[in-house]
């Protein structure tokens, strides 16, 4: 039982550049999150959805977009990476009632 | 709006020593209240969790009781041991179902020391 998979696990971009970060989750949860965590700063809610084809913004969605095409996939999107974006990513899911969140291992995004 | 204030680290104790990590928070409704844990190199794992007032949430050792008279959820373990060494993080979800997601801590780094 895989659980909450992202992909990549590292990530050295140049600014300017775009990159996609896929979140994927076996549980069949409806819920899912993005979120970015800084030093000093906990974890800071990105964007979510509450189902396929669904999303929202979170506390700090400039710079990032996402999309759920697949109930089981939700993925964020950097455009025009910038050195501000450089951060650990983790993915969540849960299922409609939230009684826990999973997360994933993370992505570690380094904009140079 | 929501927000959980947490002691910031690092905390460092001897192992055996007794540990509380205060935290406290300020939200709209009736919110449900969580620990999680992060370890190094690795993502959060839901430590334990509260849903009602006066709920006690327990696991490994670990209990935090909501208290809705002071907003606080405060984490304690009798008798830490160096495996207890991580990163602490405590979370709120105030929203029905919760699908708005968590509003977290910073964070609080334990180090434990044998």
């Known amino acids: 039982n895989a659980g909450v998979t992202q992909t990549p696990k590292f990530r050295v971009l140049k600014t300017g550049q775009s990159m996609t970060l896929l979140c994927a989750q076996d549980m069949n949860h409806e819920y899912m999150y993005w979120y970015r965590q800084d030093p000093g700063m906990g974890l800071r809610l990105i964007h979510y959805?509450?189902?396929?084809?669904?999303?929202a913004k979170g506390e700090v969605p400039d710079g990032y977009n996402v999309s759920r095409l697949k109930k089981q996939n939700f993925l964020l999107g950097l455009e025009s990476a910038a050195p501000s974006q450089t951060s650990v990513y983790f993915c969540a899911s849960t299922r409609q009632g939230f009684t826990e969140a999973f997360f994933g291992q993370g992505t570690r995004l380094t904009v140079v | 709006g929501n927000s959980v204030t947490q002691m910031e680290g690092p905390v460092t104790l001897s192992e055996e020593a007794f540990l509380t990590i205060n935290c406290t928070y300020t939200?709209?409704?009736?919110?449900?209240l969580f620990w999680y844990v992060q370890y190094p190199g690795e993502g959060l794992q839901l430590l334990l969790k509260?849903?009602?007032?006066?709920d006690k949430g327990s696991n490994k050792g670990f209990e935090a009781t909501y208290r809705k008279e002071t907003t606080s959820f405060h984490l304690e373990k009798g008798s830490v041991q160096v495996s207890d060494s991580a990163v602490y993080f405590c979370a709120l979800s105030d929203s029905g179902g919760g699908a708005d997601g968590l509003t977290f801590g910073k964070g609080t780094h334990l180090i434990i020391q044998p």
């Open positions: 509260a849903t009602k007032a006066d």
């Open positions: 939200a709209t409704g009736y919110p449900s």
């Open positions: 959805s509450v189902g396929e084809g669904t999303t």
